[in-house]
T-cell receptor, first 112, second 117 residues
């Protein structure tokens, strides 16, 4: 089945630093999504990407849908302590009722 | 917009008890809802896809008689863990996608932490 490789698995950074994480797949996706999950809560959608090459920003977050449709990256600029959490990429081959395929997550720790 | 409410948020019960978890889309209609299970420090594992008015589609290895799913309306899906045992203890999360046309992202509930004693 389809799998997503998300890296890095974890990151420890200083407040103010920029962060980059990415996901790759052996299969093509129609949609790439990035979620953030805080402990004990459900994932919250950060950015949704629908077109190959699309570059989308949401505040300090920027994500891109790779041209090959097999990869995506998420950048966080000028990190702050509340950026701490687990970031998941998710891909979808769009058909009615199709579920998401999730990466294994990137755990981000920010020290002030 | 796109709020998904999940209830209860935490359940502790004795082994052998059946537990029902509700997932509601509060401000949109969802033809399809999804149920996931998440173990500590792991990613979300899809259990089943719930379609309004029809039977759920279960992933390989998920017992449909153990995890009963009902999607009776466009805003509510329920997951019932029947005769729960300690190994069923986990974090269960639902998601819903709006029924409007085109690509729509999934929005997640806040999860239900199930602890079976």
């Amino acid at each position: 089945g389809q799998q997503l490789n998300q890296s890095p698995q974890s990151m420890f950074i200083q407040e103010g630093e920029d962060v980059s994480m990415n996901c790759t797949s052996s299969s093509i996706f129609n949609t790439w999504l990035w979620y953030k999950q805080d402990p004990g809560e459900g994932p919250v959608l950060l950015i949704a990407l629908y077109k190959a090459g699309e570059l989308t920003s949401n505040g300090r977050l920027t994500a891109q849908f790779g041209i090959t449709r097999k990869d995506s990256f998420l950048n966080i600029s000028a990190s702050i302590p509340s950026d701490v959490g687990i970031y998941f990429c998710a891909g979808q081959v769009y058909q009615a009722g199709t579920a998401l395929i999730f990466g294994k997550g990137t755990t981000l720790s920010v020290s002030s | 917009g796109a709020v998904v409410s999940q209830h209860p948020s935490w359940v502790i019960c004795k082994s052998g008890t059946s537990v029902k978890i509700e997932c509601r889309s509060l401000d949109f209609q969802a033809t399809t809802m999804f149920w996931y299970r998440q173990f500590p420090k792991q990613s979300l594992m899809l259990m089943a896809t719930s379609n309004e008015g029809s039977k759920a589609t279960y992933e390989q290895g998920v017992e449909k008689d153990k995890f009963l799913i009902n999607h009776a309306s466009l805003t509510l899906s329920t997951l019932t863990v029947t005769s729960a045992h300690p190994e069923d203890s986990s974090f269960y999360i639902c998601s819903a996608r709006a029924r409007t046309g085109g690509d729509q992202p999934q929005h997640f509930g806040d999860g239900t932490r199930l602890s079976i004693l």
